[in-house]
């Protein structure tokens, strides 16, 4: 196996349990590693510090054991094993009304570079790192045997999240067994998924609880949802009682499995729009008032250079937001913006408030489900921040 020295002094972050080691911090190669094999590191001095997959760039090193242990196949399912493990001490594995969940969630669960979703009977993996698409089909058979019958079939979605450099040519095909429809249930609705041409793996199973905390403020209400994507807030505010539902997105394809997974929860005659515009100009186009917004964007920043045009574009959309909502009622806004944090997110909220010169009170600061772990040595993975605002 190839060897990493450090710099002097750069071993207090691994020292730390974080999981990345930056190209900055590299003092020596020994050899010749390519992308995705497994490298050890050690500290200046010789000590061994961790055992991760190499990847030129940036992050050179994401480690995926801090123990001088073979990664052999006992070792992944020892890995696979403790995050099914979690999943089941959360109520989430084996929920009655819940077959949607993430079973790895990358660092949250000691593996960098990893993300497997469970749609019903069919788990996909997506690989961020080359050293796990390397491995994706032991990782499946593990799965395999690790749920049982219960699993039916394993997606592999990796050909766009890949890191370019990787010298392959990735297509997405199922490693195991096939599936003719895509449909899980959260919280007892029912959603067709879009796995191989949807964002991410197919949806978002990282607002499940927020959803329901719609569901139980909706009643009654009229809901706006913007960016809506598949229309799983739509969908929880109609189980909620609400009393009109409008869902917006720039996506036709979105607000095709809007439409779909509304009717197939609700019939045709649901108290539900969908309409497949931008935002800002939905919001030009009409002045109505709803009595709850949802305001769920895409990542305004996946790097850190363009960190204050998307503090710009949420204070933006949140003061939009802010202003249409109706007397009295809610907005539930969000942030999956990484490298945005949650008091940045915060301060960006409250200046937009500041700007309609209305009274806002914070109801409920939210965050990401516990199928989406944060590693406390790595708050880099507490991605998902939310508040409901109550205006006046």
């Known amino acids: 196996m190839h060897r990493l020295f450090l710099k002097p002094g750069r071993e207090s972050s691994l020292q730390r349990f974080h999981p990345w080691i930056f190209s900055g911090a590299v003092r020596e190669l020994d050899g010749q590693p390519q992308e995705g094999d497994l490298i050890e590191v050690y500290a200046n001095d010789g000590q061994y510090l961790a055992t991760g997959h190499y990847q030129p760039g940036t992050i050179t090193v994401r480690v995926i054991s801090f123990a001088q242990t073979p990664a052999d196949p006992a070792f992944w399912r020892q890995k696979l094993e403790r995050a099914l493990a979690l999943r089941r001490q959360a109520g989430l594995l084996d929920a009655p009304d819940t077959t949607m969940l993430r079973l790895v969630h990358?660092?949250?669960?000691?593996?960098?570079?990893?993300?497997?979703?469970?749609?019903?009977?069919?788990?996909?993996?997506?690989?961020?790192?080359?050293?796990?698409?390397?491995?994706?089909?032991?990782?499946?058979?593990?799965?395999?045997?690790?749920?049982?019958?219960?699993?039916?079939?394993?997606?592999?979605?990796?050909?766009?999240?890949?890191?370019?450099?990787?010298?392959?040519?990735?297509?997405?095909?199922?490693?195991?067994?096939?599936?003719?429809?895509?449909?899980?249930?959260?919280?007892?609705?029912?959603?067709?998924?879009?796995?191989?041409?949807?964002?991410?793996?197919?949806?978002?199973?990282?607002?499940?609880?927020?959803?329901?905390?719609?569901?139980?403020?909706?009643?009654?209400?009229?809901?706006?949802?913007?960016?809506?994507?598949?229309?799983?807030?739509?969908?929880?505010?109609?189980?909620?009682?609400?009393?009109?539902?409008?869902?917006?997105?720039?996506?036709?394809?979105?607000?095709?499995?809007?439409?779909?997974n509304i009717a197939l929860n609700f019939g045709p005659d649901a108290p539900h729009e969908a309409f497949a515009e931008e935002v800002f100009d939905f919001f030009q186009r009409t002045d109505e008032r709803y009595d709850i917004l949802v305001v769920d964007p895409p990542a305004f920043a996946k790097h850190q250079n363009v960190l204050s045009r998307a503090l710009r574009g949420y204070r933006n959309l949140n003061q939009k937001a802010i202003a249409r909502v109706a007397p009295g009622g809610l907005v539930f806004t969000f942030s999956c913006s990484q490298v945005v944090s949650r008091e940045q997110f915060r301060e960006a909220v409250f200046t937009a408030a500041a700007q309609t010169g209305r009274t806002v009170r914070i109801l409920h600061q939210l965050s990401q489900p516990p199928d989406h772990p944060v590693n406390i040595y790595h708050p880099e993975g507490e991605y998902l921040k939310g508040l409901v605002l109550a205006v006046e």
Do not use: M
């Open 106 to 260: 990358g660092e949250g669960d000691g593996c960098p570079g990893l993300i497997v979703d469970l749609y019903g009977g069919v788990a996909v993996i997506q690989c961020h790192s080359l050293g796990f698409y390397r491995i994706r089909h032991e990782l499946a058979a593990l799965l395999r045997e690790l749920l049982g019958s219960r699993l039916e079939a394993v997606y592999d979605k990796s050909a766009a999240a890949l890191p370019f450099k990787a010298p392959i040519t990735p297509e997405d095909a199922y490693l195991l067994g096939s599936a003719q429809d895509w449909e899980g249930t959260e919280c007892g609705a029912r959603y067709r998924i879009d796995v191989e041409g949807g964002q991410k793996t197919g949806f978002f199973v990282d607002q499940r609880e927020n959803r329901q905390l719609l569901r139980a403020y909706a009643r009654g209400r009229s809901v706006l949802n913007l960016f809506c994507y598949t229309g799983g807030f739509s969908v929880a505010a109609l189980q909620g009682g609400a009393s009109r539902v409008h869902s917006v997105d720039s996506s036709k394809r979105a607000i095709g499995l809007t439409l779909e």
